[in-house]
């Protein structure tokens, strides 16, 4: 992972000048956001270590309740199937669909199927499923994802939204639904599992396919073009973006422009984030130092602008909605740790990427706007 540094604000004007916005980019009467989400998986556990937050007036508040304050009004939880941790596996999510769902909030479901953490770089299958085929994984995949969804459903917490898979962009359940020499025919038959057993729960619920592919048009292109060829459906494009990661807020808006247009479908920003600070709360490493991006430095205020900058040019490409990754996992908070083998001891890689800081106070300046 490389940090990507603009030569200049002249620079980054120009860029943004090119594709028809403004630097900083401006609300647009003619879209608006309506999925302004929050990734919260690992609020259950701060929760019951029983962390404190304080809104913007320094006034202790459940951190859900300050979230809606800011204007989120979609959770995403992801589901891994069976973590060391215990934490974020199928009966947590659906326990903790009851309090997203009691505040008014919809609700994304981020399948990883994997015991832990899934990303363009490891896909790697659940143990359970590691001596399984491509013709089990299709039914492996359908019936975990029919099975939660109808569990959520039964108990009034139908998810409004689901993912199958996370930032997929080379495949997943590696190696058997891994993308070699461009051969999407094992990916497309597990997509399928995982859309069919959605509808199959529930016809409304929205199928998301996420990749993190906003760094680059090509690789956008050929990831989804494969997919189609393939007769795979989906019902929303969801994309990851970190400026510091994948590029310039021009090319995010080419990016959202052309998915929109090319596969006639909505699209999300499913994570964003940006550091409000270069120091470390505790022994883990995090996983951005700092950033500087369109000229913003890293910073209490910048992190807000960041956003805000993230928001418009989604809004102003076409897109429908945003999530912020984890903007309540703050540290140090022992107990709630990056490695699922090792929640108890292991730190946060995220600590100063969450909107709350180092006391659970919340940056008081950070929105989510339709």
Not at 7 to 24: D, K, Q, S
Request: with cysteine; net charge neutral.
């Amino acid at each position: 992972m490389k940090l990507r540094n603009l030569a200049g604000t002249a620079a980054a004007l120009a860029a943004l000048i090119t594709v028809g916005i403004t630097a900083p980019p401006t609300a647009s009467a003619a879209n608006s956001l309506t999925m302004l989400g929050a990734d919260v998986s690992t609020l259950q556990r701060s929760d019951e270590l029983g962390l404190k937050f304080y809104n913007a007036a320094g006034t202790q508040q459940d951190a859900l309740d300050i979230l809606k304050a800011d204007g989120v009004n979609y959770a995403r939880l992801r589901v891994w199937n069976n973590p060391a941790s215990g934490y974020n596996n199928a009966a947590k999510v659906a326990a903790y669909a009851k309090t997203v769902k009691a505040k008014g909030l919809k609700l994304l479901v981020d399948f990883h199927y994997s015991d832990t953490w899934a990303d363009p770089g490891k896909q790697g299958k659940p143990a359970a499923w590691a001596s399984h085929n491509i013709t089990q994984l299709q039914t492996d995949v359908y019936d975990y994802t029919y099975n939660l969804c109808t569990t959520l459903k039964a108990q009034g917490t139908t998810p409004d939204s689901v993912q199958i898979g996370n930032e997929i962009n080379l495949g997943m359940l590696w190696n058997d639904g891994k993308v070699v020499n461009n051969d999407f025919t094992n990916l497309s038959l597990l997509l399928k599992a995982g859309y069919n057993a959605t509808k199959a729960c529930n016809s409304s619920t929205q199928v998301i396919i996420h990749t993190a592919n906003s760094d680059s048009l090509t690789n956008a292109r050929w990831f989804y073009d494969g997919i189609k060829a393939k007769g795979v459906n989906w019902d929303i494009t969801g994309l990851s973006y970190y400026c510091m990661w994948h590029g310039t807020l021009a090319n995010l808006y080419n990016v959202i422009t052309d998915m929109r247009t090319r596969y006639s479908k909505p699209v999300v920003i499913a994570e964003t984030a940006f550091p409000f600070t270069a120091s470390n709360a505790d022994s883990t490493s995090n996983s951005v130092t700092s950033a500087t991006c369109e000229g913003i430095t890293t910073s209490w205020a910048g992190q807000a602008t960041e956003f805000s900058y993230v928001q418009n040019t989604a809004r102003n490409a076409g897109a429908i909605g945003v999530f912020y990754w984890e903007p309540t996992w703050y540290g140090p908070n022992t107990g709630n740790g990056w490695d699922p083998a090792n929640i108890a001891t292991s730190g946060n890689g995220w600590d100063n990427m969450a909107t709350f800081d180092w006391t659970g106070h919340v940056n008081p300046t950070i929105k989510w706007t339709p």
